[in-house]
């Protein structure tokens, strides 16, 4: 009565497995409609926004496309993957958690010793590839210590040797489990990770990301930008120097600084919407001497002056200054902002309006 295949314990268990999946799947389908409510109205579902929503719900997890097409939902606290179709189904696939996911073959340094790794793929990473540092919020950091407690001092780090003809190995970690009877715990910060590399090709953003200052700085190899995960809150140089980038992706309305954003970005000629989250416009165009078109700036700036954090600049001093000079072209600026006219003012340039 107790055991067998119609025992009362294995009725039991299968009833909470029952319980447990139909949690996950309705999870899942709740992220599905928060993903698809996008800034502006409905959007497409994607790999991107599924996991910014999963994330944003308080669900570690990994959203990852499948090379048939399908993607699949990796439930780190649960140990359950999920397959959605195009049709919208959901399916456990009932995968051995403990034995997908362990320390790789090629990992063998002793400071990687037990550590398990998760990318944005939904696969092991070997950890040897990377810098990492435990932040005083309890998440990571990717990159050297030093970049991160001595006035965030870029330095090159490791990270330059997981550089192959300008593209990084594998993919970037997303969550880092320590030692065997730990939890896997979100990176959320990638200072200056690729700081003054040859990188050419930037890689996915992990969704749990929220600080990206200086993370592509110098990098003047470097032509597209990958999207920026909805979270990220700090863009401070993100791109600066960056003098090949010429393609920009949409800018999500949670980023609260980009100073300096795209400072000396003298081949970028147009530029996504600034949401209205945004409250500091320092130097953010400044020598983008290519820029064009119309500029819709929807952010907060208010014009007052900055702490020691920004030099005791003014919230938008120099965001256009050396901007638009090159022959025959113009700007307009356009938006919500209450400062636009004193950004005209302030950048001194005939073309710009």
């Known amino acids: 009565m107790l055991t067998g295949e119609n025992g009362i314990l294995t009725k039991s268990e299968n009833e909470r497995n029952q319980t ?39 669900v570690k997890s990994v959203v990852y ?16 993957e999920y397959k959605l179709d195009d049709m919208g189904n959901i399916e456990n696939l009932n995968i051995d ?6 320390v790789p073959d090629s990992q063998d340094e002793a400071r990687n010793e037990e550590v398990i790794e998760i990318g944005i793929d939904g696969q092991p990473v070997d950890m040897d590839l990377w810098e990492y540092t435990l932040l005083e919020d309890g998440t990571y950091g990717l990159n050297d210590k030093d970049v991160f407690i001595e006035n965030y001092v ?24 320590p030692s065997e009877d730990s939890d896997f715990i979100a990176v959320t910060n990638i200072n200056y990770l690729f700081y003054n590399t040859n990188l050419s090709e930037a890689p996915t953003i992990p969704c749990t990301v929220i600080n990206m200052r200086g993370t592509f700085n110098t990098c003047k190899n470097l032509i597209d930008m990958s999207s920026i995960p909805y979270g990220v809150t700090n863009m401070y140089g993100t791109f600066a120097g960056c003098s090949n980038l010429i393609n920009t992706v949409n ?38 001497s290519d820029l064009q078109g119309v500029l819709e700036i929807n952010a907060n700036v208010t014009g007052k002056q900055l ?33 636009l006219q004193q950004i005209v003012e302030n950048a001194n340039n005939p073309n710009i309006t």
Not at 155 to 170: A, E, F, H, R, Y
Not at 262 to 285: E, Q, R, Y
Request: with cysteine.
């Open 20 to 58: 447990d999946e139909a949690e996950d799947i309705e999870k899942i389908n709740l992220a599905i409609s928060e993903a698809q409510i996008g800034e502006y109205g409905y959007q497409g579902l994607t790999t991107e926004n599924l996991g910014s929503a999963l994330v944003k719900d308080g």
């Open 97 to 102: 958690f403990n034995t997908k996911y362990v």
């Open 154 to 177: 870029a330095t090159s780090g490791d990270s330059n040797d997981n550089l192959v003809n300008g593209k990084i190995q594998g993919a970037i970690p997303q969550y880092i489990k």
């Open 251 to 288: 800018i999500p309305n949670s980023i609260r600084n980009i100073s300096n954003m795209f400072k000396g970005c003298s081949s970028l000629t147009k530029v996504p919407t600034i949401p209205n989250s945004v409250i500091v416009l320092v130097a953010t165009f400044k020598g983008c």
């Open 307 to 339: 702490g020691e954090e920004f030099y005791n600049n003014i919230d938008y001093h120099n965001c256009l200054v050396d901007a638009t000079n090159n022959e025959g072209i113009k700007l307009k600026l356009t938006g919500s902002c209450p400062v």
């Open 65 to 80: 496309e499948d090379t048939d097409g399908t993607r699949h939902i990796l439930l780190l606290d649960e140990k359950k």
